[in-house]
């Protein structure tokens, strides 16, 4: 469970630079500054640029006209920079490696940092779980996850579901059945049906529902969200 | 016998341009019938598509949502998901007091934070400049949670710490947090801008003579009612994103209405409006309170991005939400009811104080709009209502799905439950016996459709009322700890009509694809697959064939707010009537087209349209051409079942069935799965959503989502939707909305059925485990 | 989220010799309640600023659940509450602490939030979560909920401060005889849960016994005796996301339809879990009917000193005890 990251027995009395002194011209360089993205080839210039563990892909296809440049993923690392600490993730099957601040929360690593925006921000608080996403297999609310503690995690988004242009049986259901409305905390609804198919096979109306019972959906699909699993439990089954 | 009627009237031309919007948007208006609906017929026109419902290819049936892909793989962009490689993020520091004068800001530490880009602080706005009346950085903070200084960092981490170093001392000034004190002369004032607390004229309706009215009854009945402050609680939580490129300026928002952020900031910052690009391209649920209204945090990032040069993002904190979006304001009711024994309706009086809390531009609507159900649900020849709306230091009031109507509608349908208890009736048949079937009683205004009577009918048949019901004996006839009991209750709504002028464009280019141009949100009914289904349905052509485009004000023009249950029937009209001239304006191509090629005199109206092709009716040797060679208000009733646990207080809602009359099904997946939805949110109202105030400091205590209760899917009774197709005179094939109306029957009808269950009479809302106790305690 | 420093512990002995150096450390597990906590910035005296983790899920072999007939249960500090719940050793000899484990929060919270966090986490008082209200807890000299919004706030031992103490499964464990195993700069050592809590009147500015250079590492409950059975019950508004108005656990030696011994625990009404000792008492050697029931019941309430808003407590917790006891004679 530690990586280099969490190095155990360091104590943060050792770290050079204090958070809130950091040099400015350093702290320009990163994207939001929660995780060492470096933005182009000149912001490099001084510090030392790492590969990730495994080759990365190519970003994605830029997105449609109308929607503002995202970030693209990881393509070189910055080292450690104030209380940061390198941290290494496993995102839908991409090994990361990223430079991340105690603070930073793994949801804010995923949307700012790597461009997954897929998964939603509702509360920041673990009061409504549209931030769900799989660590290690398990649902977990991204939003009150210290990403630094997740380091050598497997990490499942909304994102990574569909395999070669098929869309994973759980997406299929909410969309036929609509199983959303606004559709905002529909991957974090997503992404607990996925958890709960993957070890239950034909659960029961009342399994499902007390699975699902923390995912907060204000429109009140709650009824179509219910048929959802239910389909997709039958084709999982 | 002769009645006179006399009804408050606003000068709709002394009005403000955000009072205007409020009227416009939400046909508040019509309320007050001395404004003419121009929309509204003085009697039903010949409808378009008079067809039967079995004539229709496309609408009608279930149909999945043409944006689900995106949704259910997260590629639908939001404007959560909107972000720039040089974007600086916002944090606000807000006002702890409902209501103070800052004495002074000290802002040079946060400023000398490294990573800190700029802050700003009221000094910093320019002079005049408002969200609607609102103070964008507050001097003299109206309630707890007005921006008082606004950061923007490299990230927001930084901002917050920043937050943290920045020294506000305040002078404290006195406030009113309850509207009942607020309305008393001596209150303190809620703004020193106010003379009294008091927004705008109160409201007033009579009909008749009331007090011969109640002479002539012999039943009186009357009660107090409250219902609580809700915030809507999106699950997108209000943010944008501002981008300055040097005098043209984008904003992305998550909105209901565009098009209406672009004029009110256009008009702010003195830009043409063609020079401010406003883009919402999937909304997370909005509810009333997305509905272009002017917030604080749009004028703030639009300034810091100005500032520093850079885009700007500022995506609130849920409290953030709690304290500076729009709410479901509470109102406080008094109504008093007299009748027959025969159970005819002789009299009708209310008052009712909307809490408008601090700078509604609504406010002076606020109440009238509770008292619409008892001023046009039931024949009564003697009414008397008043309206006040009062300002006061909490947050602001705004609409929420329905605005006033849900609590005006409670009040009514618990009273008329009791009454008919008191004559011995059915409620069904008390309610039967007295509908208004004709239309505005005072404006003479026939109903755009009339399904009442069929949906209280056939609702009550299809829930076996009678049987489950079993007579005013069966109340609290239950044994054990857990009582069952059923509740009724039927609403006639003003909702889902009306609107400013909608326009809508329906292009179809040379490839014959068809493109609806538009600039409706997408928020949760699957409005752009609506309007898909009405343009294909119009056009005779298939569904695939047709997209329809996001709003974005660069490219689309203003069809209207996704709001007030008009996105089916008001901009559905917009794009059937787009689509229906480009239909006869492809057909008049066709026509000379086909007089040219047959050489001969080829008539429009001789050609018709199937499935995408164009055909020459008198000959059917003729190759039809493709569209590529041709182109160069509600009504409804609910009955439900619950149980009652004496023993903790705890309501368990089991059985829902609304019916509605909703004119025509357009899709019947969504229009369902609408009525589900405002089912929740109506138990929630009924239930547990409450955001309360500390009283003696004016801090909200349930601004997060572990104090403010909202229910779960594992809270989720069985919920049956009947719709009543009566082919409305004004709406896209005869259909009407019903985004509002589904919320509001839940309330009354739990109460009543709380009753029923366990023999008590709940009159505030929400009717949680504290009040059922109560009340058990004190009938024991 | 504001900033802070992470250090992440190695042994229970280097996570306490790390707190002994920083008064401004907290411990990190699950991390549910003291993220919440930083991410709303409360500060005071009862709620120092955190300027550095220590997390302790990187120390060792801390998450277990271990039984055997004689010695009882071992739940490790760091187990996450849904292996508790779905442990089938905690399922079949202590199924009050499974349901009590199966019910705070949400599932996602329950993966993630562990059996120590449960029983160490603050109150949830509004005016303690309120940033703005200077209350005891933050250092202040004033309860608000005194005078304020109370209708969740305690109806039995308040003094100076009414909060109510949060946990479902600090009531189960405490009516199953459970006790902690704390270590400290001194070394381990075991502190009954009957006596791990203090309310304000012995110190207002914490909730346990712990002091700052301390750490909760391990939950015992003996093991279970013939004829003992458990239960727990909760009232709450929804059926997720929420924390008791009133919770009781009970669990007892039933024998022939007697309450030969047992205990009788109440959350959500009390700073702390609160143990009802007359309501024991007076079960003692009865026979369990609606009448004994409802007079356990009845005698508990008696101390109750309700404020403005919250009597309606009183009449659940007494339902609830009545009950909860009732179900153990039928189980």
């Known amino acids: ?237 | 016998m002769p009645t006179t009627s006399k009804v408050t009237t606003f000068d709709y031309d002394k009005l403000t341009s955000a009072e205007k919007q409020f009227v416009d948007l939400y046909g508040l208006a019509a309320l007050q019938a001395g404004i003419a609906n121009a929309e509204s017929p003085a009697a039903p026109p010949a409808r378009s598509a008079d067809k039967p419902a079995a004539a229709f290819t496309i609408i009608g049936k279930e149909q999945r949502d043409l944006e689900g892909y995106k949704i259910v793989t997260g590629r639908a962009r939001f404007t959560a998901d909107i972000y720039f490689p040089d974007m600086l993020y916002v944090r606000v520091k807000r006002s702890p007091l409902p209501h103070a004068r800052v004495k002074s800001i000290d802002t040079s530490k946060a400023e000398k934070l490294p990573g800190v880009k700029a802050v700003m602080t009221y000094k910093d706005i320019p002079e005049k400049m408002t969200a609607g009346g609102r103070p964008i950085l507050a001097s003299e903070p109206g309630l707890v949670g007005d921006p008082i200084a606004a950061v923007a960092a490299i990230n927001e981490t930084i901002a917050e710490d920043a937050l943290n170093l920045i020294d506000v001392q305040y002078d404290q000034l006195p406030f009113v947090i309850d509207a009942r004190e607020a309305e008393k002369p001596n209150a303190p004032l809620a703004l020193s801008t106010l003379k009294n607390n008091l927004a705008g004229t109160p409201f007033k309706a009579t009909r008749g003579d009331v007090s011969k009215g109640f002479a002539d009854a012999d039943l009186v009945v009357e009660h107090v009612v409250d219902t609580q402050d809700q915030q809507h609680v999106a699950m997108e939580p209000h943010m944008a994103v501002a981008k300055w490129d040097r005098d043209n300026l984008t904003i992305w928002i998550t909105s209901q209405y565009t098009h209406s952020t672009a004029a009110s900031v256009a008009a702010s910052f003195g830009l043409p409006t063609s020079r401010v690009r406003v883009i919402s391209e999937f909304t997370g649920g909005g509810f009333g309170d997305k509905a272009g209204i002017a917030f604080p945090y749009i004028w703030l990032v639009t300034l810091l991005s100005r500032k520093t040069g850079r885009p700007v993002r500022y995506e609130l904190t849920r409290t953030d939400v709690f304290m500076e979006a729009t709410h479901h304001y509470p109102v406080y009711q008094t109504i008093k009811l007299g009748f027959k024994k025969d159970g005819t309706l002789t009299a009708i009086q209310a008052r009712s104080i909307a809490q408008a809390g601090a700078y509604s531009p609504f406010a002076g609507f606020l109440a009238s709009d509770t008292l619409s159900a008892a001023r046009v649900q039931y024949t009564c020849a003697n009414i008397s209502l008043e309206g006040v709306g009062v300002i006061t230091n909490t947050g602001v009031a705004g609409a929420r799905r329905a605005v006033g109507e849900p609590s005006g509608v409670f009040a009514l349908e618990l009273l008329m439950d009791e009454a008919a208890e008191k004559l011995s009736m059915d409620p069904v048949e008390l309610r039967l016996k007295n509908l208004n079937e004709t239309g505005d009683p005072e404006s003479k205004q026939p109903w755009s459709s009339n399904g009442l009577r069929e949906s209280i009918v056939k609702g009550a048949e299809a829930f076996k009322w009678k049987e489950r019901w079993k007579g005013w004996n069966a109340v609290n006839s239950g044994t054990g700890p857990v009582k069952r009991g059923v509740g009724f209750m039927a609403l006639a709504s003003n909702k889902g009509s009306k609107g400013p002028p909608m326009t809508a464009v329906v292009e179809i280019p040379v490839d014959g694809s068809v493109r609806v141009v538009q600039g409706g949100a997408h928020i949760g009914g699957s409005q752009r697959t609506t309007w898909a289904m009405i343009v294909a349905e119009a056009l005779s052509v298939k569904l695939e064939q047709v997209s329809v485009t996001p709003p974005d004000t660069a490219f689309t023009s203003d069809t209207g707010v996704v709001a007030g249950s008009r996105a089916t029937k008001s901009i559905g009209l917009a794009v059937k009537t787009a689509a229906e001239d480009a239909r006869q304006q492809l057909l008049v191509n066709a026509a000379s087209k086909w007089s040219k090629d047959l050489k001969k005199d080829v008539k429009a109206d001789e050609l018709e349209i199937n499935e995408g092709l164009i055909s020459y009716k008198p000959d059917a040797s003729v190759k039809p051409l493709t569209f590529a060679q041709a182109v160069a208000s509600g009504f409804v009733i609910v009955d439900g079942q619950l149980e009652v646990n004496t023993e903790t207080g705890v309501v368990r809602v089991l059985d829902v069935l609304q019916a509605h009359d909703v004119g025509r099904v357009i899709n019947l997946l969504t229009i369902r799965s609408q009525v589900e939805g405002g089912s929740m949110q109506g138990i929630g109202f009924a239930l547990t959503e409450d955001y309360i105030y500390d009283k003696a400091t004016g801090i909200p205590v349930s601004a997060n989502l572990d104090d403010y209760k909202m229910l779960m899917i594992n809270n989720t009774p069985k919920i049956t939707s009947l719709f009543i197709e009566t082919n409305d005179a004004v709406g896209p094939f005869g259909a009407k909305g019903i985004g509002e109306p589904a919320l509001m029957p839940p309330a009354a009808g739990i109460a009543n059925a709380i009753y029923h269950a366990a023999g008590i009479r709940l009159k505030s809302l929400p009717m949680n485990p504290k009040k059922v106790m109560e009340a058990l305690k004190k009938k024991a | 989220m504001r900033s802070f420093k992470y250090y992440a512990a190695t042994s229970w002995e280097d996570a306490v010799a790390m707190l002994s150096k920083n008064a401004a450390a907290q411990v990190i597990a699950g991390g549910s309640d003291l993220l919440g906590w930083i991410k709303d910035d409360l500060n005071g005296p009862g709620a120092p600023r955190a300027d550095l983790l220590i997390d302790i899920r990187t120390i060792p072999n801390t998450s277990y659940v271990k039984f055997d007939a004689a010695g009882g249960l071992k739940l490790g500090a760091l187990t996450p509450l849904v292996t508790v719940a779905e442990s089938a050793d905690v399922l079949k000899n202590y199924p009050g602490l499974a349901k009590s484990a199966l019910s705070p929060a949400s599932p996602a919270i329950r993966n993630v939030g562990s059996i120590a966090g449960n029983l160490m986490q603050r109150p949830r008082c509004w005016y303690l979560r309120g940033k703005d209200f200077a209350c005891y807890k933050k250092g202040g000299d004033f309860c608000f909920a005194v005078t304020g919004e109370n209708q969740y706030h305690a109806i039995l031992e308040g003094e100076l401060c009414y909060i109510v103490h949060p946990s479902d499964t600090a009531p189960a464990l405490i009516a199953l005889n459970a006790s902690a195993k704390v270590v400290g700069p001194g070394g381990a050592k075991d502190v009954a849960l009957d006596k791990f809590f203090i309310g304000p009147r012995t110190n207002v500015l914490k909730e346990t016994v712990l002091e700052h250079n301390e750490l909760l590492a391990e939950i015992s409950v003996p093991a279970p005796a013939a004829n003992w059975k458990s239960a727990f019950i909760k009232v709450t508004q929804r059926d997720v996301y929420d924390f008791a108005v009133v919770s009781v656990a009970v669990a007892g030696q039933i024998e022939g339809g007697v309450w030969k011994d047992g205990r009788v625990v109440l959350g959500g009404v009390a700073p702390t879990p609160y143990r009802a000792t007359a309501a024991e008492d007076a079960l003692k050697g009865q026979k369990i009917d609606e009448k004994s029931a409802r007079n356990a019941g009845d005698l508990t309430l008696v101390k109750a000193r309700p404020m403005s808003q919250n009597a309606y407590k009183v009449d659940i917790a007494k339902n609830l005890i009545a009950r909860a006891v009732l179900s153990l004679a039928s189980a």
């Open chain 1, 1 to 237: 469970m530690n990586e280099e990251g969490n190095k155990p027995g360091q104590s943060p009395e050792e770290e050079t630079m204090d958070t809130r002194s950091t040099a400015v011209t350093r702290r320009q360089f990163l994207i939001g500054a929660g995780a060492g993205l470096v933005v182009g080839a000149a912001a490099t210039a001084g510090l030392q640029a790492l590969q990730p563990a495994k080759p990365v892909e190519q970003a994605k296809p830029a997105p449609p006209v109308q929607q503002p440049a995202q970030p693209a993923p990881a393509t070189a690392i910055v080292e450690p920079v104030s209380g940061a600490k390198l941290v290494k993730l496993n995102v839908n099957g991409l090994d990361y490696s990223l430079a991340i601040e105690p603070q930073t929360t793994l949801i804010e690593v995923l949307k700012r940092d790597l461009g997954l925006t897929g998964t939603k921000l509702g509360c920041n608080g673990s009061m409504c779980s549209a931030c769900t996403v799989l660590v290690d297999g398990v649902a977990q609310n991204s939003c009150s996850l210290l990403a630094i503690r997740e380091s050598g995690k497997k990490i499942v988004t909304v994102e990574g579901l569909e395999q070669g242009g098929k869309l994973h049986p759980v997406q299929e259901a909410f969309w036929t059945q609509m199983g959303y409305q606004c559709g905002f905390c529909t991957p974090g609804q997503i992404m607990r049906a996925v958890e709960l198919l993957n070890k239950t096979k034909n659960p029961t109306d009342a399994q499902i529902m007390a699975h699902m019972s923390g995912n907060m959906c204000k429109c009140g699909a709650y009824p179509n969200i219910l048929k959802a699993v239910q389909a997709a439990a039958k084709q999982m089954a």
